[in-house]
């Protein structure tokens, strides 16, 4: 995955923090998915950049119980509508192992906490559909050259689990109910395991792509 750099003002971050953790209606919204090839590689890679500041500083502020368990569920929808479209656009078999890892290991946990929220009798509402943020992520996806999918696709769940670790990492440190504090310390595990299985998955595709440039 090549690095770029994105600026953004302490200002615009903190509307664009608000802005994200809303919930998305696509039909209510008249929500159109993007058809392959329609995305800028290089505004698809800003907005990346921009959407993984904000979720860490997201995942960093997410202190209460009701905000983790919101969180938990939020990355989990995500997880899974990303991993369907990987299994339905790339090519590679490794990408389709990390795809079909995701949505194995994202709809256990949406089990486990929902299970939790019962047991518990929490006060919290799960979301049952994208917010803001994911959602952009996944029409950047849908929109993505099939040539550039699998970085696309491998660089955000990168930076999706970067987030994960920190909001499950916190949690299991300083929650406030015993059960999700558990919760979410089996998930940390999971999650540095997956990370990286992504890290060396992008390790492998910048190393075809340089391999390629010389050709």
């Given at each position: 995955?090549?690095?770029?750099t994105?600026?953004?003002?302490?200002?615009?971050?903190?509307?664009?923090?608000?802005?994200?953790?809303?919930?998305?209606?696509?039909?209510?919204?008249?929500?159109?998915d993007?058809?392959?090839?329609?995305?800028?590689?290089?505004v698809?890679?800003?907005?990346?950049?921009?959407?993984?500041?904000?979720?860490?500083?997201?995942?960093e502020m997410?202190?209460?119980?009701?905000?983790?368990?919101?969180?938990?569920?939020?990355?989990?929808?995500?997880?899974?509508?990303?991993?369907?479209?990987?299994?339905?656009?790339?090519?590679?078999?490794?990408?389709?192992?990390?795809?079909?890892?995701?949505?194995t290991?994202?709809?256990?946990?949406?089990?486990?906490?929902?299970?939790?929220?019962?047991?518990?009798?929490?006060?919290?509402?799960?979301?049952?559909k994208?917010?803001?943020?994911?959602?952009t992520?996944?029409?950047?996806?849908?929109?993505?050259?099939?040539?550039?999918?699998?970085?696309?696709?491998?660089?955000q769940?990168?930076?999706?689990?970067?987030?994960?670790?920190?909001?499950?990492?916190?949690?299991?440190?300083s929650?406030?109910?015993?059960?999700?504090?558990?919760f979410?310390?089996?998930?940390?595990?999971a999650?540095?395991?997956?990370?990286?299985?992504?890290?060396?998955?992008?390790?492998?595709?910048?190393?075809?792509?340089?391999?390629?440039?010389?050709?």
């Open positions: 995955m090549k690095v770029r994105f600026c953004l003002s302490g200002a615009a971050l903190l509307f664009a923090l608000g802005a994200a953790a809303q919930p998305v209606s696509r039909e209510k919204a008249g929500h159109i993007p058809a392959p090839g329609s995305k800028s590689e290089a698809a890679t800003a907005k990346d950049k921009l959407g993984h500041a904000v979720g860490v500083i997201s995942a997410t202190t209460t119980t009701k905000g983790f368990v919101s969180a938990a569920a939020a990355t989990d929808i995500y997880e899974v509508e990303a991993a369907k479209l990987a299994l339905n656009r790339t090519k590679s078999n490794k990408v389709r192992q990390l795809a079909e890892a995701m949505i290991a994202h709809t256990r946990t949406t089990k486990e906490l929902k299970t939790i929220v019962a047991e518990e009798k929490l006060d919290v509402i799960l979301p049952d994208l917010d803001v943020r994911h959602q992520m996944i029409d950047d996806l849908r929109g993505v050259k099939l040539v550039d999918f699998d970085e696309r696709y491998v660089g769940q990168i930076d999706t689990h970067n987030e994960a670790l920190i909001l499950m990492r916190g949690y299991h440190s929650g406030d109910n015993v059960a999700l504090k558990k979410a310390g089996n998930v940390e595990n999650v540095k395991k997956h990370l990286g299985m992504a890290e060396r998955l992008n390790k492998s595709i910048e190393a075809m792509e340089e391999k390629s440039e010389k050709h």
